[in-house]
C-alpha cells in the first residue's frame, strides 16, 4: 500500500513502467472492489502505463453498487504500483498485468466510499497510536462439479479433513493455486482439503491488513480461475450445502508496536498481554453490530449454526475452538502471539472485514474502563440457556436481518465507515436481503404445499 503523494510512488512507478516493457506486457488490469467485496476490473493498453500511473483512469460507478447515483457517478481509479503483479496464467506472447486501485473523485480527494479507503483510514488512526495490525485469513471454499444444468452442482470429490491422493484432480488444483500465489507474491503457509467433501483450505502468510485484503481478493481470483481451467467451479458461499460444514474465514490477529508482538507478554501465565485481552474485549463488545460486516450475505447465517464447527456464541477462550474468538497455542513464541476470530466468511468485502476488526479491537485497546469478559475453555456449544446467563454469554444474530438491525443502530459502526459508506453498505445489503426474503425456495414447496 502506497498514497498517491508518498514520495517512494514515483521510484516504484518506474521499476514497474520498465518491467512492463521488459516483458512486453500488452495489457494492464485495474482492479478494486464494490460495497459486496464483488472485485471489479477493466483493460487499459499498457502503452499508456504512464498517463494512468500518474493521472489514474475515469470511469463511471453509477452502475458499481456503493459508487454513488448517476448525477455523481464519475471516478477515478488510480493504481496502487505496490500491487503490479503479472498474472500468470496468461500466455508470454499476451501477458497481462493487474493492479489494484484506490478510487477518487474527479477533483481529485480520495472517494470516501471505497472499502479500500475505509481500512486505510482506519489503518492509519492505529499507526497515529503507534499500532500496526498484522492478519491472516484461513480461506476455505468448495470445488464443484457441474451438474446437467447450470444450477445444480455437487462436491467434486467425497474426500474429508487432510486426506491425499497424488492422482486426485483437488490435489493437483490445490498445488496449481499455490504456483500461481508464489508467482503473485503470495507466500503459501498450507493448503489442504477441509472437512467437507468438496471443501478445501488455502493458508497464506500474515501481513498488514490492506496488504493481506489485497491479497485475499488475489487469491479469490486465483482460486476460481483454477477451477474453471478444470471445468469445475470454486465458491467461496458460505454454506452451500445442508448437513455438511460450511466455509468461514478465520483470521488470525496480532497487534505490533515499535517492532515487537504488543499481544505477547512473558510474566503472564499464558504469555498473552493486557494488550491482547483488551483487543478480545472490544472485538467482543462490537461483535453482534460488526456481524454484518463479517458474515454479510443471508446464506452465511446458515453456516451460523451450533454444531457445524461455526461459532455462534460471543465468548473467548484458549484452544477451544467453540467461542467466537480463542487464543490458539503459539508455542511461546513471542512473534506468534494471536487471538483467531471465527465468524468471518469469504462471501465479504475483506477490506471491510479487517477495517471492522481493526477499530473494535483497537478501541478495547485505547480504552480505560474496557470490561474484559473472563475466558471460558468449556464447549459452550452444550451450555444451556442458564448457563449462557450465568455466564453472560450472548449469541450472534440469528439472520442478517437481527445483524442488519444491530449494524443500523450502531454508532460505533458509523464511525468507521463514515455516513455515506455507513448507507451505502446498508442498503446494498437490505436489498439483498429482501431479495433473499421474498424467495420461495424448492424446500418450502416440498415441505407445504401437500401438507396444507
Known amino acids: 500500500m502506497i498514497e498517491k503523494n508518498d514520495p517512494k510512488r514515483k521510484e516504484i512507478c518506474e521499476k514497474v513502467i520498465e518491467t512492463v516493457k521488459e516483458k512486453d506486457i500488452k495489457f494492464i488490469r485495474l482492479q478494486f472492489t464494490d460495497v459486496h467485496g464483488i472485485i471489479k476490473s477493466f483493460g487499459i493498453n499498457a502503452k499508456r502505463i504512464e498517463d494512468f500511473l500518474n493521472d489514474g483512469e475515469a470511469f463511471d460507478g453509477s452502475s458499481i453498487t456503493g459508487y454513488g447515483a448517476i448525477e455523481e457517478s464519475d471516478k477515478v481509479a488510480i493504481p496502487d504500483p505496490t500491487t503490479f503483479q503479472i498474472i500468470p496464467w496468461r500466455k508470454e506472447d499476451s501477458s497481462v498485468a493487474r493492479f489494484f486501485c484506490d478510487i477518487y473523485e474527479p477533483l481529485g480527494g480520495r472517494y470516501v466510499g471505497d472499502p479500500r479507503y475505509i481500512l486505510q483510514k482506519t489503518m492509519k488512526k492505529a499507526a497515529e497510536h503507534g499500532f ?49 500465489c508464489e508467482a503473485m507474491g503470495i507466500e503459501i503457509e498450507a493448503l489442504h482439503h477441509e472437512v467437507a467433501v468438496g471443501q478445501h483450505e488455502v493458508d497464506f502468510k500474515y501481513g498488514s491488513a490492506c496488504d493481506t485484503a489485497d491479497n485475499t481478493n488475489t487469491i479469490k481470483m486465483i482460486i476460481k480461475t483454477v477451477a474453471a481451467q478444470h471445468d469445475m467451479m470454486a465458491t467461496f458461499m458460505p454454506k452451500p450445502f445442508s448437513g455438511i460444514n460450511g466455509s468461514g474465514m478465520h483470521v488470525h490477529q496480532s497487534l505490533w508496536q515499535n517492532g515487537s508482538n504488543a499481544f505477547y507478554d512473558d510474566s503472564d501465565p499464558q504469555k498473552i498481554s493486557p494488550t491482547m485481552k483488551k483487543w478480545i474485549a472490544g472485538q467482543l463488545k462490537h461483535a453482534r453490530e460488526m456481524c454484518a460486516v463479517l458474515s454479510s450475505w443471508p446464506n452465511s447465517y446458515k453456516r451460523l449454526v451450533p454444531g457445524y464447527e461455526a461459532p455462534v456464541y460471543v465468548a473467548w477462550g484458549f484452544i477451544n475452538r467453540s467461542p467466537l474468538i480463542r487464543v490458539p497455542n503459539f508455542m511461546e513464541k513471542p512473534n506468534a502471539a494471536r487471538c483467531e476470530i471465527r465468524c468471518p466468511d469469504p462471501s465479504g468485502n475483506p477490506y471491510l472485514q479487517l477495517a471492522v476488526l481493526l477499530a473494535a479491537g483497537l478501541e478495547g485497546v485505547l480504552s480505560d474502563n474496557v470490561e474484559i469478559p473472563e475466558s471460558t475453555d468449556k464447549n459452550v456449544y452444550h451450555f444451556s440457556t442458564k448457563d449462557m446467563k450465568k455466564a453472560g454469554i450472548i449469541a450472534l444474530p440469528g439472520n442478517l436481518s437481527e445483524a442488519l438491525a444491530e449494524f443500523e443502530k450502531s454508532e460505533f459502526m458509523k464511525e468507521v465507515f463514515g455516513e455515506l459508506a455507513f448507507k451505502n453498505f446498508l442498503y446494498a445489503k437490505y436489498e439483498e436481503n429482501d431479495a433473499f426474503r421474498i424467495n420461495v425456495s424448492q424446500w418450502e414447496r416440498s415441505r407445504y404445499i401437500a401438507k396444507l
Open 132 to 180: 500496526n495490525y498484522f492478519c491472516a485469513p484461513e480461506m476455505e471454499f468448495f470445488i464443484l462439479r457441474q451438474g446437467e444444468t447450470t444450477d445444480i452442482f455437487a462436491p467434486s470429490d467425497m474426500r474429508g479433513y487432510f486426506d491425499y491422493d497424488p492422482f486426485d484432480v483437488n490435489e493437483k488444483i490445490r498445488r496449481t493455486i499455490a504456483e500461481y
